[in-house]
């Protein structure tokens, strides 16, 4: 975790280069990226591996899916309590 962009990404990229996923907090949208940046130099050769690009779009679906889950166990708490008050279960 880092404050700015370009302080984390040297040791990020150091770190993970080709698995890991860059995500930015704190924005009222899901925001992922692949780790290894554009590659414009091998764009065009079919010479990239695609496997961080797909980390990071699945990670983008997972925090949309655990976002959705957090939100709907948090809405009207108190008909979900008066319910389980008087027995009944959904």
Known sequence: MAMYHDQGLIPFKALTFGSGTNITAGLSFIRTSPDHGTAF??????????????????????????????????????????????????
């Not at 690009?53 to 979900?80: G, W």
């Open 41 to 90: 130099d091998i764009a065009g050769t079919n010479s990239a591996d695609e496997s961080s690009m797909i980390k990071a779009i699945f990670t983008a679906v997972d925090m949309v899916q655990n976002r959705k889950e957090y939100f709907s166990s948090r809405e009207n708490a108190l008909v979900r309590r008066e319910k389980q008050s008087a027995g009944i279960h959904e």
